[in-house]
């Protein structure tokens, strides 16, 4: 698999945050309530929810690949 898309991603905060948006909200339950069963109810919300858990722990795998700020050089005051 190719990660520098994913490390793409991670750089661009507003990319990031608009992908992560549009995927969870495709896991929101929108239904009619005369066509559904409680028990389809139940399976539907179940896998809504797991949806949405699977969505963020993608996303904070793609934000391991973010790019790393050069920490600060530390200089030796004793010299």
Known sequence: ??????????????????????????FDIITLSDTKDDLMLGQLLRSSLTGKEKV?????????????????IK???AR
């Open 56 to 72: 963020e722990e993608m996303f904070k795998e793609i934000e391991g690949y973010k790019t790393k700020a050069p920490e600060d």
């Open 1 to 26: 698999m190719d990660k520098t898309a994913f490390k793409i991603i991670a750089d661009n905060k507003s990319l990031f945050d608009l992908l992560k948006f549009t995927l969870l909200s495709k």
């Open 75 to 77: 200089i030796n005051q």
